[in-house]
């Protein structure tokens, strides 16, 4: 059975730095097995302002964070999801859209998610606002690839807030789901767990959710807590400390298929998938 690797970090504004401290648990991760790895939202910069990332921003299959992605897939020969990348978005200047990335093991780019949903929130009893679409271009469509552990879902943090979301890639053929995030402490406290366990258990699909997890330079504190779930909502494996770290779990295809064929739920919708 395939083994997948999600990998938590505690990123800040040295893109250098990031990527090596990425490295190192990727090389672990295929060391354990891992054919596939997922790496969190803003794996390569989380930077001390918002406008940080724009700077940092990539032209579409070029630069430095992409070179890495491509050359350690390629090097470790295993599966590499990008979490997001900053892609510049020419059309929009001062925006990048929040690209998750996903390399096979020949360091090919083969999928690109941009993300849909953006994270326009005031937390709720703390002195937290957030504002992504100042800086960031939202995407449009969901995106739906075959890789060695199945048809993989790709979407991004916020985008677990809404299942609909899901639904369409299930309905195209998703049997893995992937949730690189950031979440903050406090939202990820009230619902993290719950909302990964119920992607998964609605969709009947492994879902493998790879965190920022810690305090970072800008003083945000994020969730952690990276975890793989099974398509009945057990968590296989988790991270349960802040600071970086990966868990690793198989993909077991003959569970997922027994199960959608014993309960089989996802016959039974009553209503028609609308589009985005």
């Known amino acids: ?59 579409f ?35 990048v859209a929040a690209a998750s990335l996903l390399f096979d093991d020949e360091g090919r780019c083969v999928a690109r998610y941009d993300k849909i949903h953006l994270f326009d929130v005031d937390i709720p009893g703390r002195d937290e606002r957030y504002r992504e679409s100042a800086t960031i271009a939202a995407g449009q469509s969901p995106t739906v690839v075959p890789t060695p552990i199945g048809h993989v879902g790709l979407a991004v943090c916020y985008d677990v807030r809404f299942p609909e979301l899901f639904r369409v890639m299930q309905s195209q053929g998703a049997e893995v789901l992937t949730l690189p995030s950031a979440f903050t402490a406090p939202t990820g406290k009230a619902h993290w767990e719950v909302l990964l ?56 295809h003959t569970v997922l298929q027994e199960l959608r064929g014993r309960f089989p739920a996802l016959n039974h919708r009553r209503f028609a998938i609308g589009g985005l």
């Not at 430095?64 to 929009?92: D, K, N, S, Y």
């Not at 920022?212 to 779930?229: F, K, P, W």
């Open 197 to 252: 366990r119920a992607r998964a258990v609605e969709n009947l699909s492994y879902v493998l959710a790879a965190a920022q997890g810690g305090l970072h330079a800008n003083g945000r504190e994020t969730y952690g807590d990276s975890m793989i779930v099974d398509p009945w909502g057990h968590v296989l494996a988790r991270v349960g400390a802040p600071g970086p770290g990966l868990a690793i779990a198989e993909i077991d």
């Open 61 to 95: 299959g070029e630069g430095p964070i992409q070179a890495f992605l491509a050359h350690t897939a390629r090097e470790l020969h295993m599966w590499i999801l990008g979490g997001t990348v900053p892609i510049r978005v020419p059309e929009q200047p001062g925006k």
């Open 1 to 59: 059975m395939p083994v997948a690797a999600v990998i938590q970090l505690t990123s800040g504004p040295d893109v250098a730095a990031n990527l090596v401290g990425a490295r190192t648990l990727l090389e672990q991760a295929r060391s354990a097995g891992a054919v596939f790895a997922v790496l969190p939202e803003n794996f390569a910069i989380m930077g001390r302002k918002e406008t940080d990332k724009v700077e940092a921003a990539e032209a």
